[in-house]
């Protein structure tokens, strides 16, 4: 127990050290852009009409006179003190924003999360139970396509198929234009997140899918399944009671890594239907130079990555007892 | 089991090969000469449905959507090429320094490997091509800069497995100098997974950049590339005009599979534990 406490504190200050140097790559990158945000946000025009007063106090909102070093000090010291700073373009809170936005992500991304797993990981037993033959072949160009698709035009696609040529669910939004917030049914939010789901689980299924056919192949090519079909084992006891359980714990862990993946696709999948999640609000600080919003953003993603391999380290040591002795010799 | 009057796999293999890369760069050479065409715009033909004359339909500035295609094809090879070349050869620096300078550059590297693959992909390209200010400058640097860890990753593992196999070591005790060494009984093991790790870069960094430019932060929209096309294509879709979506995108997956079939046969061929499959 000792140990595992010990290695579970050595990964979590790694961690720190990684968000912190996250934090400070993404701060530097955003200060050496050449984009003014007076112009992006304000424009040419608006600037040439202003005062000198009024220039300067734009300047000073949008901190571009203030020097690196003295904000991204004063934004760690901020952070430390658990407040993220303020959004510029929505002028909230970031931690306000990212709750909300969030809000709306978790719903798509645990449901893409979940159906892409399990269905990953069936399709891959699948595939590499019957190696060779056109299950296998079906699975493996299927994956092969949808690797090489961009998850934004697999949104679009849906979107023409569903929503506009069959008229079956709505276009965007994750609620119903117009309508009082008060009145918006669960069903409502329900079908306006079907389509960004569905496009994210599509497109999550193909990594862990080849994963677990590589091992499903090694399973089948060993000599204990070997040895169960000389006994006269039949097929599905033997996927289900040797492949399945020797597959799961790196499909499980390759899982949990994958969860970077399926945030960088939200990003797209959000912006094709105007879904108002965390990816959205990430294109919009993007493109108006917000940046303690993106720097927020990239800082809480980054550590729900992180926290997902972290997870996944760990459980590697509780499923596997081989993993579980070997940390505890060593 | 072949019969003698069929080709071998190997044959079949590398015919594969020829043709996938002609296919290629008949494509990327079609697209720079008709880089022109692809932004005429000719209003007695705006929002054609798909016809013999204009196999991909125009759209409504009356522009050829066939050509305009070929044309975002060719620029993302062309910045896929780059971007990969670009990734590839950090990875390997960077993996080879990871491998023989020592725990401490070790620890560095792997630590600055972890960080860059921490970020989320697509927030990644996204700050750097902002630093850069966007643009053409903005999307090759942050499509090469966030590709190379994983290859970076493989190649260390496969260094530091190297320097300790046995054949290696005994040709050490034989005498035989460093550079020697590296040259005869390293470089021939390392080329083979280098190669193809770096074509199969290609598929990632064309549908990086593509993604990215559709959300803004890449080429500018007066470039035929094929993610401003597909972003200007979102405001027609409820109208009808199916047709400015569907065959852009349909062309970039076939792209990007006939590179990710090309790296997967290439390292068949290139890899000796598959090589006389």
Same mark, same amino acid.
Request: charged share 15%; with cysteine; hydrophobic share 55%.
């Given at each position: ?136 072949? *079906? ?26 040529? *069959? ?164 | ?19 996938? $890369? ?65 990734? $590839? ?9 990871? $491998?023989?300078?020592?725990?401490? $550059? ?172």
């Amino acid at each position: 127990m000792k140990h595992r406490l010990q290695f579970a504190a050595k990964k979590l200050l790694r961690m720190a050290l990684l968000l912190l140097g996250v934090s400070l790559v993404s701060f530097l990158l955003m200060c050496a852009s050449p984009l003014d945000p007076l112009q992006t946000n304000v424009g040419q025009v608006a600037l040439g009409s202003m005062s000198q007063e009024q220039v300067a106090q734009l300047e000073a909102y949008w901190g571009v006179d203030t020097p690196p070093v003295q904000r991204y000090v004063g934004w760690l010291l901020g952070v430390l003190h658990g407040d993220l700073g303020s959004s510029l373009l929505y002028r909230q809170p970031v931690l306000a924003i990212i709750g909300q936005r969030l809000a709306g992500s978790v719903l798509l991304l645990l449901t893409a999360w979940i159906i892409s797993g399990i269905l990953g990981m069936t399709l891959g037993v699948i595939a590499g139970a019957c190696r060779g033959q056109w299950p296998d072949k *079906l699975i493996r160009g299927y994956c092969l396509l949808i690797s090489s698709t961009p998850a934004f035009w697999l949104a679009i696609l849906l979107l023409l198929i569903f929503a506009v040529w *069959l008229g079956w669910l709505p276009v965007g939004l994750s609620v119903p234009i117009g309508m009082d917030a008060a009145s918006v049914t669960l069903t409502d939010r329900l079908s306006h997140a079907v389509l960004p789901a569905l496009t994210l689980s599509i497109t999550g299924v193909a990594n862990i899918a080849l994963h677990t056919r590589e091992k499903m192949v090694d399973v089948m090519e060993s000599d204990y399944v070997l040895f169960a079909k000389a006994r006269g084992e039949s097929m599905r006891s033997i996927v289900l009671r040797h492949g399945l359980r020797n597959v799961l714990l790196p499909g499980i862990t390759l899982q949990f890594a994958s969860i970077s993946e399926i945030i960088g696709g939200s990003v797209l999948v959000e912006q094709v239907f105007s879904y108002p999640g965390l990816g959205q609000a990430a294109v919009t600080a993007g493109l108006g130079s917000d940046l303690p919003l993106l720097l927020g953003i990239t800082v809480i993603t980054s550590a729900i990555v992180f926290g997902g391999n972290l997870i996944a380290d760990l459980l590697y040591g509780v499923v596997d007892p081989k993993i579980r002795r070997r940390a505890a010799k060593g | 089991m072949k019969t003698a009057g069929r080709m071998n796999r190997r044959q079949s293999t590398l015919i594969f090969l020829v043709c996938a $890369a002609g296919v290629l760069a008949v494509v990327m050479i079609m697209g720079i000469a008709l880089e022109d065409a692809a932004l005429e715009t000719d209003f007695s033909r705006t929002n054609l449905a798909p016809c013999p004359e204009y196999l991909f339909g125009t759209d409504w500035m009356g522009r050829d959507m066939f050509v305009r295609t070929l044309a975002g094809l060719s620029l993302s090879i062309r910045i896929g090429i780059l971007t990969a070349a670009v990734s $590839a050869v950090m990875a390997l620096l960077l993996g080879t320094a990871a $491998a023989m300078l020592g725990s401490r $550059a070790d620890a560095v590297i792997s630590w600055v490997i972890d960080l860059v693959m921490g970020i989320p992909h697509i927030l990644l390209v996204m700050l750097i091509s902002i630093a850069c200010g966007r643009g053409f400058a903005g999307v090759v640097a942050g499509v090469s800069l966030s590709h190379w860890p994983s290859l970076a990753r493989v190649i260390r593992g496969e260094v530091l497995q190297l320097k300790q196999a046995p054949y290696i070591l005994a040709a050490e005790k034989l005498g035989a100098s460093r550079i020697a060494n590296v040259r005869r009984h390293m470089i021939p093991h390392l080329l083979p997974q280098f190669l193809t790790g770096t074509i199969l870069l290609f598929p990632h960094a064309i549908l990086h950049e593509a993604s990215v430019t559709f959300l803004g932060f890449g080429l500018s929209s007066e470039q035929p590339a094929i993610g401003v096309i597909l972003s200007e294509s979102m405001q027609y879709l409820t109208t009808g005009r199916w047709w400015l979506a569907l065959f852009p995108g349909l062309c970039l997956v076939a792209v990007v599979i006939l590179f990710a079939l090309l790296g997967e046969r290439a390292r068949m061929l290139l890899d000796p534990s598959s090589v006389h499959e």
